[in-house]
């Protein structure tokens, strides 16, 4: 009789467990021995730089996580500085989340030298590091990286203190760039003059999917611009995020009209500027009209006394970062959020971007 052999892929999720550096010191054992496992959730376990180091250490050897989620755990810049080593060794690990970690100049600047060479990683959150200054120097070394990287996807640098000249960086790498579809910069300080950049890639660029500005101040401007690429050149955005952005009726409109002749951007999140009637009635016609689906926005239209107003849902690009349930819907009787050992595919944001 022949024998027929198989493999399970296994997800852990321990987040929110206060692990500490003892519970790291096993995580990383289990690093050492665990075959199947492919991704692993430790945010928020009050892991610091020690057991970073024992983290890091254990992805030297091992060939088949391919997720790892840090994200809280202050490993600081000594933590940092080891998994960017890491990266220099391992070839397995895809998708990296050192967000919210109190990374430093530099490890975020050893990150981006290490991705000029890394074939591996797909995904990488980089979001809040500890930054002093105004030289933008993470953002300098991020965009030569984008020049040179031609396999990452997905790029998290939110709360970086981006301004327009660092971002300007940026967009001048997208020129040469052709595997980016995900690039968040919320939380930053882009003004419109940055759309000016932005609307100009967008132009050109058929690889970006989803871009996040939320929490910038590009305002009716910077709307503008970005309303001009996207109706008469840009076809491959599928989501764009302005959410409190100091954008009035004016912009927002603009933005609504663009959707109407552009068939590929599907996913708009507008909450926190300032909506008119303008505003309000333009965004319910799409979502009416069927143009616009309740899903892929976080505004719905309601009517009191003939007036079209709309309302905030919860909805957007990175619905459920911080909490989703290991089973079932977000909303549903059967979700739980407790302890999972399951073959994990994580849905962090709201638009996933194809790898």
Not at 57 to 65: D, E, F, G, M, V
Not at 106 to 131: D, E, H, M, W
Not at 256 to 267: A, G, I, V, Y
Request: charged letters at 20%.
């Amino acid at each position: 009789m022949s024998s027929v052999s198989f493999s399970i892929h296994l997800g852990l999720d321990v987040r929110y467990n206060l692990i500490n550096d003892i519970g790291a010191h096993y995580a990383a054992k289990l690093l050492q021995k665990q075959l199947y496992l492919i991704y692993l959730n430790l945010m928020f376990n009050d892991i610091g730089p020690e057991g970073g180091e024992l983290l890091a250490k254990a992805l030297h050897k091992n060939t088949t996580l391919k997720y790892l989620r840090m994200t809280g755990n202050k490993i600081e810049n000594k933590g940092g500085m080891v998994f960017a080593a890491m990266l220099q060794i391992n070839s397995s690990l895809e998708k990296l989340d050192v967000g919210d970690c109190d990374l430093g100049m530099q490890s975020v600047v050893a990150f981006a030298t290490v991705l000029t060479q890394n074939q591996a990683i797909k995904g990488i959150n980089l979001n809040r590091p500890i930054l002093y200054g105004e030289q933008e120097e993470s953002t300098v070394h991020l965009g030569h990286m984008l020049k040179e990287n031609h396999c990452l996807v997905e790029l998290h640098m939110c709360k970086h203190g981006i301004k327009n000249c660092g971002f300007h960086q940026l967009c001048n790498a997208l020129y040469l760039n052709s595997s980016l579809r995900y690039l968040d910069v919320s939380c930053n300080k882009i003004t419109r003059d940055g759309m000016v950049y932005l609307a100009d890639v967008l132009k050109t660029n058929a690889t970006l999917e989803v871009i996040d500005l939320s929490f910038n101040r590009i305002e009716n401007a910077g709307a503008n611009y970005l309303s001009e690429s996207l109706t008469s050149h840009n076809r491959s955005l599928k989501a764009l995020s302005v959410v409190s952005n100091n954008i009035e009726g004016e912009g927002l409109v603009a933005l609504s009209q663009s959707m109407k002749t552009n068939p590929t951007l599907s996913h708009i999140y507008i909450w926190g500027n300032k909506f008119d009637e303008a505003t309000c009635v333009a965004y319910s016609d799409l979502i009416q009209k069927d143009r616009l689906k309740p899903e892929n926005t976080d505004v719905e239209p309601f009517v009191v006394d003939g007036h079209v107003y709309l309302a905030e849902v919860s909805n957007g690009l990175k619905k459920h970062y911080y909490w989703t349930p290991t089973y079932g819907d977000a909303y549903g009787h059967s979700s739980n959020s407790g302890f999972a050992l399951v073959p994990i595919q994580p849905k962090e944001p709201a638009i996933q971007v194809q790898q």
